[in-house]
Each structure stands twice: as structure tokens, then as C-alpha cells.
């Protein structure tokens, strides 16, 4: 769902464990807009994601690879957080 910027799969998830979800999801946001904002990347759509792509002014690649890189991001970055501490 991150691949296509649908942020509602990751409610029920944030709700359930904040502390450790949430701030997880705002480093791969900013990883991923960073990536954009140093490529000089714009976009004339109030949403992101694959489905806008074709409204990307600038290089697509680095787009997508901002959104991938955000995406693995926080993915592994709730694993490590969620990972069950063995005694």
C-alpha cells in the first residue's frame, strides 16, 4: 500500500501500537521526501504514489525510487521495533 501512497492500510496498525508504528511510517515519509525534494522533483497532484507518476516533473526513477526507499524504510524499521525481545 505504500508503493501506492494509500496510507489507510496502516491505521489499524498505528492505532494498535503508536509509539512504536508510528514513528517508523514518519522516517520512511521523510526518507522518501527528502529523496524528491533533492532530486528538484515536483508534482501538480495533491496525492502520490504509481498512480501519479505520469504528472512527475522530473526524473521518474528517482520518484519511485523515493517512494520504494520510504516504503523498505519504515518496513524494516517496524520489524526491528517490533521484534520480541528474548529473556
Not at 522516517?27 to 515536483?42: K, L, P, R, Y
Request: hydrophobic share 55%.
Amino acid at each position: 500500500m505504500g508503493f501506492s501512497f494509500i496510507t489507510e492500510g496502516a491505521i489499524p496498525f498505528a492505532a494498535a501500537d503508536p509509539l512504536r508504528v508510528i514513528p517508523s511510517i514518519m522516517a520512511g515519509s521523510a526518507v522518501a521526501g527528502a529523496i524528491s525534494m533533492m532530486a528538484g522533483i515536483g508534482l501538480r497532484a495533491p496525492h502520490g504514489g504509481v498512480f501519479v507518476v505520469p504528472l512527475v516533473d522530473g526524473p521518474w526513477g528517482i520518484y519511485l525510487a523515493g517512494i520504494i526507499a520510504g516504503a523498505l524504510l519504515s518496513a524494516v524499521l517496524i520489524g526491528f521495533l517490533k521484534k520480541p525481545i528474548n529473556k
